[in-house]
T-cell receptor
């Protein structure tokens, strides 16, 4: 089954403790992206990648890192999480062909205390 | 600044009734407009993708319209079902090499029995 898999689904951590949220897709998509979703703000892009070893900042990249060493994986790294990074995070992937839809994972709910 | 505005913010209807959700955008350049459905706590799922030349596109009981001249789109849901309760997100794709998407904040639809 074609899917984007994020782990974990839920994560509670403390300020300053480094964490990684994994994202993997099995559709051989070139494009992958991370979003955060907060009440009243909608989905906001954190980082995106057009292909292996190619990453770029989205609209809200501060406090986050990403890497794209393999085509299928696009982990999101919070080196020193802070409470304002408490949010619902989504990974998505897509072919770069014209009019290809984004496929989203089921989200990771992160709480930083 | 590219923006996507959706209305209403929330809507409550009775099962079996029809409803229409609105999306106005000020995004340039324009490549395509997408509607996504997001169930509570889940990732968004693509409903339709419409290019500049398409006025109407259907996906089952969902029909999207696009007026590229006035930069407006609507999503019409026919004979609503309880499972239609979700947030509906309008997204405009600017095209280009960096695959830039502008997200609306969504309309929360509740279908009551």
């Amino acid at each position: 089954e074609a899917q984007v898999t994020q782990n974990p689904r839920y994560l509670i951590t403390v300020t300053g403790k480094k964490l990684t949220v994994t994202c993997s897709q099995n559709m051989n998509h070139e494009y992958m992206s991370w979003y955060r979703q907060d009440p009243g703000l909608g989905l906001r892009q954190i980082y995106y990648s057009m292909n292996v070893e190619v990453t770029d900042k989205g609209d809200v990249p501060e406090g986050y890192k990403v890497s794209r060493k393999e085509k299928r994986n696009f982990p999101l790294i919070l080196e020193s999480p802070s409470p304002n990074q408490t949010s619902l995070y989504f990974c998505a992937s897509s072919s770069v062909s014209y009019n290809s839809p984004l496929h989203f994972g089921n989200g990771t709910r992160l709480t930083v205390t | 600044k590219n923006q996507v505005e959706q209305s209403p913010q929330s809507l409550i209807i009775l099962e079996g009734k029809n409803c229409t959700l609105q999306c106005n955008y000020t995004v340039s350049p324009f490549s395509n407009l997408r509607w996504y459905k997001q169930d509570t706590g889940r990732g968004p799922v693509s409903l339709t993708i419409m290019t500049f030349s398409e006025n109407t596109k259907s996906n089952g009981r969902y029909t999207a319209t696009l007026d590229a001249d006035t930069k407006q789109s609507s999503l019409h849901i026919t004979a609503s079902q309880l499972s239609d309760s979700a947030s509906y997100i309008c997204v405009v794709d600017s095209g280009g090499s960096n695959y830039k998407l502008t997200f609306g904040k969504g309309t929360l639809l509740t279908v009551n029995p």
